[in-house]
């Protein structure tokens, strides 16, 4: 099965250090893990360190990977869509990324199905640039996942949705990472979603990691003192499930 690590990674852009000691010992497969942290605080760019797209200090280790080469998958928050093409060729276009051209029948059924699940298949012959912010939030969600990656890496991928997709959304992605094994890492500025699916959770803060761990742990009162500069505690329901409640900013 696979797993990652991170050893002291950094990353800088000319001179400037944006990003340093980032170490995490195991992420394991199945996993859904929270990047938290103020704004500019650095997750996009862990996010882009981890999928190769930056360079700098430390060692990201993938180990257990059945293919190297599209094991990870980075969903940034901006998606940058192609206006030209409709939803159906940009997701296609994904699943072929960096293989042969020829399309298979079962590739063709492989999208039908994730477009389904995402319950935006009515969008499928729509032009991208037709679509709403959120929309295309999900249709970058299906693009990623149909290239089946072992490691996905999710930037804000709710900033567009309304509450009820959001929920749809992170409650689809937390149960495909425990069916597929895939490991799951999602930038999130809702702590209370971090609380509700998230096992783990790490804090960036000035482009250094706070504290990482289970997230019932790592999210308390005096992070969100130290790192929100807010006055808050957390509950918990009848359900057992933990949430946040903000009474107003810290002194």
Not at 80 to 87: E, R
Not at 186 to 201: F, G, K, S
Request: some cysteine; glycine content about 10%; overall charge negative.
């Amino acid at each position: 099965m696979v797993a990652l690590g991170l050893k002291q990674v950094g990353a800088s852009y000319g001179r400037v250090t944006v990003l340093s000691n980032v170490g995490i010992e195991t992420l394991k497969a199945g996993s859904l893990t929270a990047v938290v942290g103020p704004n500019a605080a650095g997750k996009s760019t862990l996010f882009k360190r981890i999928a190769g797209l930056i360079s700098g200090p430390g060692l990201v280790e993938l180990s257990g990977s059945a293919n190297n080469d599209r094991a990870i998958c980075y969903m940034p928050q901006d998606t940058g869509a192609n206006a030209v093409l409709t939803v159906y060729e940009s997701v296609l276009l994904a699943a072929k990324q960096g293989g042969s051209w020829r399309v298979h029948d079962g590739e063709l059924f492989e999208i039908d199905a994730i477009l389904r699940a995402l319950r935006i298949e009515d969008l499928a012959f729509r032009g991208l640039g037709e679509l709403s912010g959120g929309q295309r939030q999900l249709v970058s969600l299906a693009q990623a996942l149909v290239r089946k990656p072992e490691v996905l890496l999710m930037d804000e991928p709710t900033s567009a949705l309304d509450l009820h997709r959001q929920i749809e959304v992170l409650g689809f992605v937390r149960d495909l990472a425990g069916k597929t094994g895939m490991i799951v890492l999602v930038a999130l500025h809702d702590l209370n979603h971090a609380l509700r699916y998230c096992e783990q959770t790490i804090v960036i803060a000035g482009g250094n990691m706070v504290v990482s761990g289970e997230t019932e742990e790592v999210i308390n009162s005096d992070m969100l003192r130290e790192i929100y500069k807010v006055q808050a505690r957390i509950e918990t329901c009848s359900q057992g499930q933990k949430f946040l409640l903000v009474d107003g900013i810290a002194p």
